[in-house]
Structures are given as structure tokens and as C-alpha cells.
């Protein structure tokens, strides 16, 4: 009765909703000040919004105050008047909703003054957005508004010192990527030492590209690894997987997410090996190997999910278009990706701790966040994250042109018309900006318009470096850019790039910016995101998709798509059936990534619970006596012998280096057997049985014992390390923690999750109706 209900008052109360009624009375008492805070001096300007600090409630009048002085603090620092939707933005921010606003109407603006008025209240704000440039380039760019309002602001990066994410995150803002914040709680609940630390407790979190962080990056939970021994990559068995062909050696999926070795190209792989025989117990590591080379070969492509620059692998964030630095794929996948590129296997290492996007964004207290395309995934801002959306009007109503998609029957044709598209238009003068979906994509395309006499400046994940200033000059008379992922690239691109004004009008009488998406991307936000690149501010602009029934996402989501006339010399297709197999594909796609999202939540969600159980124990053996306590009664003996050589203080810290090593040493044991049992969960569907309730049945049994497993390790440590005035030799016994950590890119169980087994089932299905139908 309850899900009814609450399904029945979601229907009433729609989340895209928000009333902003109320905050439109309070923009004239905003305005009415704005001629009594011109008076003040910098020096009184801040004295007066740090007087908020002192307030004991902040109603409207408080409210209408910090928007007031932010308003002429932006005014000062920026010399800019922030717009009354920009007000409205911050408002609704600092109501704890998720605010939609266009591209270009000023949403790191309205952050700003957001954060501002949650540090004014006293709340340390964490301000995440989508990559460390974005962090760094908006605290920075935000920081003389800050200073005017007496509020501090620090920034962290995958390159910042422990020394100065600790003064970031002591500041009363602190802007990062939700990655690196991320990754900084999982280190900080490793240490052994509180003074190691570099964070604090939460409690606000503003989101910046709240769709992309909230649900494309919750795809992926934030995994710590430690090193341990040399990767044993196997340069043999990469050599053998090299020489396999498909079809023949070897099988893919249709969603290019499995492949597997056929009977012939088994009995080809094992004579290679000397005649081993793989699927025996014996040889299971070997298995390992193969499968690991076989995905490496087959599935993982060289300039789309990775690149190879100064020896080393360096995967690409696909929903960022960015090299992810200091990432890599689970051990057996990594090494094998190496030993295909003829690389010097790196290190390996263990899964230290994890955590999902949805567990990390739950510690606050509050959240909030903006984008310029919130609605579409309003419900599932609900049902994740309990968010509701506050769409802003535009300053200026938009005038962009969106085309309908231009479709085509194969990729060569498709391209071919691109290139002629933006050769025609390049001509006139009229900038163009090019959506590409990976780095093969846009260098390819940036090699046909070189042919076609067309030079263009290409930004991906090779020269992300220079994105703000490629991204700046975009909108520039006779500019060609080719772009990788251009949602997140934070960047605006004004008409006449930074040049004079006369050049914004030479541009805008051509038509403003052109945007050119050379395929649609897995969500038709993502879509809305690189048109919304054109057509800032009541600017003209105007943006085409073109798409191909031979698009990877149509072969792969609507395999049997067919074109519903005959293409005209061109290849190009014009009937509706041709449209509704490319929109099936995208639609089919952002349900698979839903559940994707779903996914990692199920599973999840125990394991960030059994954590915080015993994050609360390792919080209390770091900050308290109790470690010495327990293995004074757990060994006495040990205890008191000791006791009278050492120093009380120098036995107590070892008491808590031996407990904290066996608290991180099994939890990262218990991960490595959840796992497992993650990787063999969906057999038991066969036997009928539900998937998650296995896993919780398996785990929470094993969950149980962790406790008195850790009592019995740290014992027997106790009873045998030695320990003197400097401490517990726990090397000596083969107890050594980590030398370095980096993280892992991965996807929740990327090769098998219970959505895809549906979709193929379904495919099965369908295929064997029509054959049947076309017999």
C-alpha cells in the first residue's frame, strides 16, 4: 500500500514542478536595495555579509539580503549584474532543490552566491562538478566574489599535496571533482593516523552538472586499490589472442560487452599452450588469462576506451571525453590491455574500499544541485536521490534552430554528407562546432576535412589541456572545432570568440554558432547538451544530428532496423520508420543505463552498509584507547610483560596499528569475496532463484563473523610481533600496507548485468517471431 501511495502522490507532484512564485516578491526587495549597497565601501560590503553570520534564523529578509550582496559583490569582482533568473537560480539552490538552467544563463554564478549563502549560515559546502578543471577554473574565477562576502574558498585536484587538500577542505567552500572528493574520503578512511586526515564531516554539497555527476557518473562506483606485487601480464598468451580472428576463433555480443572463445578457437589456444587442457581445474588461471587478453583484444579499442601516450595506458572517461588519470581496470584487464600494446605490465594491487555516488552523496546533510538538462531525468533524480527540480526561464528567450536529424544508410555516407555540410558552411564564414562520441571518431573526421580542404582545431582526450581555449575560440568567424564529449566542457563559447564585438555581430548575421552532432550519444540528454552549445543569451545558432542505420547504437540496440524506403544517391533516408529505429535505439540504450544505475545501487547499498558498521568500530579504535583495551583482555599476559619495558602511550599506539591493519585487511578480504560472488551471482537465476536476495543472503552471514575474525588476526599479531619503543614491527611479520593507491574504472559488473540478460532474451525472442513469420 505504501509503494502505491507514494507512486500515486509522485504522479500528483510531479518533480519538475517547483513553484517559483514565491521568490519572484522578493526580486523587487532585491532591487530596492541594490542603490544603498552601491554606497558602501568593499571593506563594508563584506562587514555587512558577514553580520548575516550572526543572524540566529535566515528567513526571506536574510535571504533577500545575501542575494542583495551578492548581487554587488558579482557586480565589483566580475563586473558583472547577476540576471534576476540568476537570483532565482541561487534561491532555489538554497532551497535544496536541483535547478535547470540553459546553457550560458550564468549557473557557476548562481552557485556561487548558493555556496556563499550556506557558508554565511555556517555549513562547510562542497561545490562537485564534473572533472578538476572545471573545480579549479570556478573557485578561481568565483574567488574575488567570495572574498567581497567574507567567505573562504579552496579547490582540489588529482595534482593537489596532502597539505593543500587539507587547507581546501578546512576552507568554508571547497570545490573538486565528485571523483577526487570521492577518492579523498576513501584515503582518509584508511589512515592510521587522525592527523593524516585531509577532510572534515559533511554537510552541504552543491552538484554542478547535476545529471552528469548524479546519474551518468553513479554508473560507476569510486573504487581505491593498493599496490601489492608486479602485474603478471602474459605476453605469450597476448600473441596468441592477437593472431584469433572473429567469427571464427572467437564470438562478440551484439552490445560488444562479452566475447568468448569458439569450440575451434579453444582447441587453437590450447595446442598454442602446449596441449594444456583450459577448462580443467588445474589450468584455471591460464582460462583467467585468455578471457582477460580475449576482452583486452576484442571489446577494449585502442583511441575510444583508452589512448597509449609515454609508454603507459591511460583509460578515457567516456562520459567526460577525458583522459581518467591515476585509473585503470581491474588487474587481469589491465594487464592484459599492457601486454596487447606491448607495454611494461605495471603493478597490481587489491580493492582497498569502494563506494557509489549515491553512498557518497548521502552523507550530507543537504543537497542540492544545477544543469541544463534536469527534467528529462527528474524521476530518477526523485527515486535516487529524493531531489526535486526548479526549472529557471531563460534571461532571453531562445531562438536556436534545431534541424531534424539528417539519417543515412550506412556510416561512409553519413560521414561523407558531414563533411559536406561543414564544408558548405565553413565557406560562408559561419563557426561550427562538431559533437564527436570518441577520439577515433573526431581524429578521422578532422583527417576527411583536412582532404576536403577544411583545417579544424580537434580537442579530446589527447590535448584535453587545451579544452578553454579551443572551447573559447569556438564561436569564432570561419572556426571548425571537433569535439569529444562536450557535455561538462563548462567553457561558454560567445559568438566572435574573445575578439571584438564587431565580430559577435559578423557572426550572429550568419547564423550564430552551428552545431554539428555526428551521431546521437547513448542519451538524448546528452544530445541537449552539445546543441545547447549554440543559441547563448537570445543569440541565433542552430544545431543537426546526423545518424546512420549502421551506428554502432542502432546495430546494437536495434539490430534489425531497416530502412523503410529506398535511400536516395546520397544514402540519405527520409521516412518516419528510419527515425523511430534510431529513436528505439537511444531509448533502448538510456534504459539500459538506467538499470545499469539501478544495479550498482542494489548491490551497493548492503555493502555501504556493512562499511558504516565498521567504519563506526575503526573510527573508535583510531580516535580512542580501545584497541588497547581489547588486546589487554584479549592477551594479558603479552600485555603485562610488555608493559613494563614500554612506554603505556608507545604500547597503546601499536595496540591501534595492529587492530586498524586487521579491520582494513579483512574488509578488503570480505570485498574480494563479494566480488566473487557478484561474478557467479546470475547462475542462480537459472535455478529460479532472484539474484539480489542470493547476494544478501551470502554476504550478510559472512558479515557477521568480521568481527571476532579481526579480534582473533589482531591477537594472534599481538602475541607474535615484536614490539618496541618505536612501535610494532608488523613488516617483519608480512603485515605491510600499500606503498601507493589509485582507482579503478569500472563498471558495475560491465560484462553481464541483469538488464542486458533480459535485452538478449528479448532479441532471442523477437528474432525467432519474425524467422517463424517469414517462413
Same mark, same amino acid.
Given at each position: ?27 523587487? !526587495? ?10 558602501? !565601501? ?7 555579509? #558577514? ?15 545575501? %542575494? ?112 577526487? =572528493? ?16 585531509? +577532510? ?39 600473441? =596468441? ?90 588487474? +587481469? ?28 552523496? !548521502? ?16 524521476? /530518477? ?16 528567450? %531562445? ?18 554528407? =558531414? ?15 562538431? +559533437? ?29 589541456? /587545451? ?17 569529444? /564529449? ?37 542519451? !538524448? ?98 580516535? #580512542? ?64 532463484? #532472484? ?51 589509485? #582507482? ?32
Amino acid at each position: 500500500m505504501r509503494r502505491v501511495k507514494g507512486r500515486f502522490s509522485r504522479f500528483l507532484d510531479r518533480p519538475a514542478t517547483v513553484d517559483l512564485s514565491r521568490y519572484q516578491e522578493l526580486l523587487k !526587495s532585491i532591487e530596492w536595495r541594490e542603490a544603498k549597497l552601491e554606497k558602501l !565601501s568593499d571593506a563594508e560590503l563584506t562587514e555587512a555579509a #558577514t553580520g548575516l553570520r550572526d543572524e540566529d534564523s535566515f528567513g526571506e529578509k536574510e535571504l533577500a539580503e545575501l %542575494c542583495a550582496l551578492g548581487r554587488e559583490a558579482a557586480r565589483r569582482a566580475l563586473d558583472e549584474r547577476p540576471y534576476d533568473v540568476q537570483l532565482l537560480g541561487a534561491m532555489e539552490l538554497l532551497a535544496g532543490h536541483v535547478v535547470q538552467m540553459a546553457t550560458g544563463e550564468g549557473k557557476t554564478l548562481a552557485g556561487a552566491l548558493a555556496a556563499a549563502g550556506y557558508a554565511i549560515q555556517g555549513r562547510p559546502v562542497h561545490v562537485m562538478s564534473v572533472n578538476d578543471y572545471l573545480a579549479r577554473r570556478d573557485a578561481e574565477w568565483m574567488g574575488p566574489v567570495y572574498e567581497l562576502l567574507g567567505v573562504s574558498v579552496g579547490w582540489v585536484s588529482q595534482i593537489s599535496t596532502q597539505e593543500e587538500r587539507r587547507a581546501a577542505y578546512a576552507a568554508d567552500v571547497t570545490y573538486g571533482s565528485v571523483s577526487e =572528493i570521492g577518492f579523498d574520503l576513501l584515503r582518509d578512511r584508511l589512515c592510521t593516523d587522525v592527523g593524516d586526515m585531509v +577532510g572534515r564531516e559533511p554537510d552541504v554539497v552543491l552538484v554542478d552538472e547535476a545529471d552528469s555527476v548524479l546519474i551518468d557518473e553513479a554508473k560507476v562506483p569510486l573504487v581505491l586499490a593498493g599496490s601489492s606485487d608486479d602485474a603478471q601480464s602474459d605476453p605469450e598468451v597476448a600473441k =596468441i589472442v592477437r593472431a584469433l580472428r572473429p567469427g571464427a576463433h572467437y564470438e562478440r555480443d551484439e552490445d560488444g560487452r562479452n566475447a568468448w572463445l569458439t569450440a575451434r578457437g579453444s582447441k587453437i589456444v590450447e595446442k598454442a599452450l602446449g596441449g594444456v587442457d583450459l577448462y580443467s581445474g588445474e589450468h584455471s588461471d591460464r582460462l583467467a588469462a585468455v578471457n582477460a587478453a580475449l576482452h583486452a583484444h576484442a571489446l577494449l579499442e585502442r583511441d575510444v576506451d583508452y589512448i597509449v601516450r609515454d609508454g603507459k595506458v591511460h583509460l578515457i572517461n567516456s562520459s567526460r571525453g577525458r583522459i581518467a588519470l591515476r585509473q585503470r581496470w581491474p588487474d +587481469g584487464l589491465q594487464a592484459a590491455v599492457e601486454a596487447k600494446e606491448r607495454l611494461r605490465p605495471t603493478e597490481s594491487g587489491e580493492v582497498l574500499d569502494s563506494i557509489s555516488v549515491q553512498g557518497l552523496i !548521502s552523507r550530507y546533510e543537504t543537497v542540492c544541485g544545477m544543469t541544463g538538462t534536469a527534467s528529462a531525468v527528474a524521476e /530518477q533524480l526523485r527515486e535516487f536521490y529524493e531531489l526535486r527540480v526548479a526549472v529557471i526561464p531563460p534571461n532571453k528567450p %531562445c531562438v536556436r534552430e534545431d534541424e531534424p536529424d539528417r539519417l543515412y544508410d550506412s556510416v561512409e555516407n553519413k560521414e561523407k554528407a =558531414i563533411v559536406a555540410e561543414i564544408a558548405a558552411t565553413h565557406a560562408t564564414g559561419r563557426p561550427i562546432l562538431i +559533437g564527436t562520441r570518441d577520439v577515433a571518431e573526431s581524429e578521422r573526421l578532422a583527417k576527411m576535412l583536412a582532404e576536403a580542404d577544411v583545417q579544424c582545431v580537434v580537442l579530446n582526450a589527447k590535448n584535453d589541456a /587545451q579544452e578553454a581555449a579551443i572551447v573559447a575560440e569556438a564561436g569564432a568567424h570561419g572556426a571548425v572545432t571537433v569535439s569529444t /564529449q562536450m557535455a561538462g566542457r563548462g567553457t561558454d563559447i560567445r559568438l566572435g570568440g574573445t575578439s571584438s564585438s564587431e565580430d559577435h555581430d559578423k557572426v550572429a548575421d550568419l547564423g550564430g554558432l552551428l552545431v554539428i552532432g555526428t551521431g546521437r550519444y547513448q542519451s !538524448s540528454r546528452l544530445d541537449d547538451q552539445l546543441r545547447g552549445r549554440s543559441g547563448r543569451q537570445g543569440d541565433p545558432g542552430g544545431s543537426v544530428m546526423f545518424a546512420s542505420l549502421a551506428d554502432d547504437q542502432v546495430i546494437q540496440y536495434a539490430p534489425d532496423a531497416t530502412a523503410g524506403e529506398e535511400p536516395d544517391d546520397e544514402g540519405r533516408l527520409t521516412d518516419p520508420t528510419t527515425q523511430r529505429f534510431i529513436d528505439h535505439a537511444q531509448k533502448v540504450s538510456e534504459g539500459l543505463q538506467l538499470e545499469i544505475h539501478r544495479n550498482t545501487w542494489r548491490y551497493t547499498r548492503l555493502i555501504e552498509h556493512q562499511r558504516k558498521v565498521l567504519l563506526e568500530h575503526r573510527n573508535e579504535l583510531l580516535t #580512542t584507547d580501545l584497541a588497547a583495551t581489547e588486546l589487554a583482555a584479549l592477551g594479558p599476559d603479552r600485555w603485562s610483560a610488555l608493559s613494563d619495558e614500554i612506554d603505556e602511550d608507545v604500547l597503546a599506539a601499536a595496540a591501534r596499528q595492529i587492530m586498524l591493519y586487521h579491520v582494513d585487511e579483512r574488509w578488503t578480504e570480505h570485498l574480494a569475496f563479494l566480488a566473487d560472488v557478484r561474478e557467479t551471482i546470475h547462475l542462480r537465476a537459472l535455478a529460479k532463484e #532472484t539474484p539480489i536476495d542470493e547476494f544478501h543472503r551470502t554476504a550478510i552471514p559472512v558479515f557477521k563473523k568480521i568481527a571476532d575474525e579481526i579480534a582473533a588476526q589482531a591477537t594472534k599479531t599481538f602475541k607474535s610481533v615484536e614490539i618496541t619503543a618505536s612501535g610494532a614491527d608488523l613488516e617483519s611479520e608480512g603485515l605491510r600496507r600499500p606503498s601507493a593507491t589509485w #582507482t579503478y574504472m569500472i563498471h558495475d559488473n560491465p560484462f553481464d548485468t541483469d538488464a542486458e540478460q533480459a535485452l538478449q532474451r528479448v532479441r532471442a525472442m523477437v528474432k525467432k517471431v519474425r524467422g517463424g513469420a517469414r517462413r
